[in-house]
C-alpha cells in the first residue's frame, strides 16, 4: 500500500505559480532560491516527496554537492509555506549565527598580555612578535581558564590585536614633556613664527623692518671608510658596497641659523663648540645685518648659551641681540631642525670623508648651493595643534 502523506496539499494562487516558475527558470537568482521554486512547482504539481527528491538530485545544473537535493530538504522547504508564506520559503531562515570560538574575556586577556613587555613575563625580549605571544597564550591559556585559546595561531592573534589597533612589535617616538614651563615658553616660541608672517607683510608692502628672526642650532661627526666603496655593476653589484667598517676623524661642530624672513642660511665650521666659537658667530651676525636691527635668535638650552663669556659679549652690544629658548626636551620647537632633518636625509645620507676638512668643505657647498634659491622654512601646525607626541 503506497504512503499517503498526512500534510494538507500545497495550494498555490495564480500569480504565485507564476512568479515561482519565473525563479525556477532564472539564471540571475540564488541557486538555493532556483532550487526551492522547483520543488514548490513540483509538490504543487501533486508529485511526492520522495518523487521531487529523485527529479531534483539528477538535474545535471545541480552540481554542487551541499545542493543535491534530499526528500528531508524538500519536507522543509514545503513545511515553510505553511508557516512562513510561499516567498519566505525560498529565502533562508534567519539564525543565530555559529557562537564566537573565543570569548570576550579571552580576548581582553590577549590585549592585555599585548600590552606589557614580554620580560614581564620571563622572556628576554624586548617586543613581542606574533608567534612569541601565541606560543606564551597557549602554554598559559588552561591555568588562566581560556581552554579555546590552546590552538591559537599567530594569524588569530594578529586579527584580535589589529581589532584594537595594538601592535607590540612596532615601536614609534614621542616626546617627553620635562620642561615645568613648556606651554609658557612654547608660546613665545611660536609666536615668534606668528610674527614672522606680520614682517613678510610689511617687507611685502614696502615697509622697513627693524627685526629679524634667526632659527639656530649646531652638531656634526666625520667618519671615513676603511676599505673602498664598491660601485653598482651590471650583472656585479646592483648597489653601492661598503664595508661595515669605518674610521673616525673626529667630529666638528656646524653652527648655522636660518633667516626666518628671506630664507638665507648663515653657517660656521669648528673645530670645537665652546663659548668662543657661539661668539664668533653671533659676531658674524652682528657684522651682516646693518647696526639698529634687533637680531632675535630661537635656539636650545645649552649651557654656551647661557655662560659668563657669552653674556658678557652680549653686554657689549646691548640691544642687539634677543634669545629666546625652546623648552627644554622640546627641540622640535626650533625650525631649524627641519633644516637639519632634511640635510641628514639628503647630503649627509651615507657619507664618508677621507678627513675633517673635505667634511667642512662639502658642507660649505651644500649650504652655498641651498643659498642660491634659499627656501622660506614656515612652521605648518597652528598654535592649538602642538606635535608633542603622547601626553604622559
Known amino acids: ?36 521554486a522547483k520543488i514548490l512547482l513540483a509538490s504543487y504539481e501533486g508529485k511526492s516527496d520522495s518523487q521531487i527528491a529523485r527529479e531534483l538530485s539528477t538535474k545535471e545544473d545541480i552540481s554542487d554537492k551541499e545542493l543535491n537535493t534530499n526528500r528531508q530538504r524538500v519536507i522543509r522547504c514545503i513545511n515553510k509555506v505553511f508557516d512562513y508564506g510561499v516567498y519566505e520559503a525560498l529565502k533562508d531562515l534567519p539564525r543565530k549565527g555559529r557562537p564566537p570560538a573565543i570569548s570576550s574575556e579571552a580576548r ?23 608567534r612569541l605571544l ?54 613665545v616660541v611660536l609666536h615668534t613664527y606668528k610674527e614672522i608672517e606680520l614682517l613678510k607683510e610689511k617687507k611685502k608692502n614696502g615697509e622697513k623692518t627693524n627685526l629679524v628672526i634667526v632659527s639656530y642650532d649646531e652638531g656634526i661627526q666625520a667618519i671615513g671608510n676603511k676599505h673602498p666603496d664598491l660601485m653598482p655593476s651590471p650583472d656585479k653589484y646592483p648597489t653601492i658596497s661598503r664595508d661595515y667598517e669605518y674610521v673616525r676623524h673626529g667630529t666638528l661642530s656646524l653652527l648655522a641659523g636660518i633667516d626666518l624672513l628671506t630664507g638665507t642660511i648663515h653657517h660656521k665650521v669648528f673645530e670645537k663648540h665652546r663659548s668662543e666659537e657661539f661668539i664668533e658667530f653671533l659676531k658674524s651676525f652682528d657684522s651682516t645685518y646693518p647696526k639698529g636691527i634687533k637680531i632675535v635668535v630661537i635656539l636650545d638650552n645649552l649651557k654656551v ?16 641681540f634677543q634669545f629666546i ?3 627644554k626636551h622640546a627641540s622640535w620647537l626650533n625650525i631649524i631642525e627641519s633644516l637639519f632633518s632634511k640635510m641628514t636625509r ?40 602642538m606635535p608633542g607626541g603622547i601626553e604622559i
Open 134 to 187: 601565541a606560543k606564551y597564550i597557549q602554554t598559559n591559556c588552561m591555568d588562566m581558564g581560556y581552554p579555546e585559546l590552546s590552538n591559537i595561531s599567530s594569524g588569530t592573534v594578529s586579527k584580535i590585536l589589529n581589532a584594537s589597533n595594538i601592535k607590540p612589535y612596532k615601536i614609534s617616538s614621542y616626546v617627553k614633556r620635562i620642561d615645568p614651563d613648556f606651554e609658557a615658553k612654547s608660546a
Open 108 to 130: 581582553v586577556w590577549i590585549i592585555s598580555l599585548a600590552c606589557i613587555k614580554p620580560k614581564d613575563v620571563g622572556y628576554p625580549h624586548e617586543l613581542w612578535t606574533q
Open 1 to 36: 500500500m503506497p504512503f499517503e502523506s498526512k500534510r494538507k496539499k500545497l495550494v498555490l494562487m495564480g500569480e504565485e505559480v507564476e512568479k515561482l516558475t519565473e525563479i525556477s527558470c532564472s539564471r540571475t537568482q540564488p541557486v538555493r532560491s532556483v532550487e526551492r
Open 305 to 320: 648659551h647661557t655662560s659668563e663669556k657669552t653674556r658678557k659679549y652680549l653686554a657689549s652690544v646691548p640691544q642687539r
Open 346 to 385: 639628503s647630503m649627509l645620507r651615507g657619507i664618508r670623508v677621507s678627513s675633517k676638512e673635505e667634511l667642512c668643505e662639502r658642507i660649505t657647498q651644500y649650504f652655498d648651493d641651498l643659498n642660491k634659491m634659499p627656501v622660506i622654512f614656515k612652521w605648518k601646525y597652528k598654535m592649538d595643534q
Open 325 to 327: 629658548f625652546t623648552p
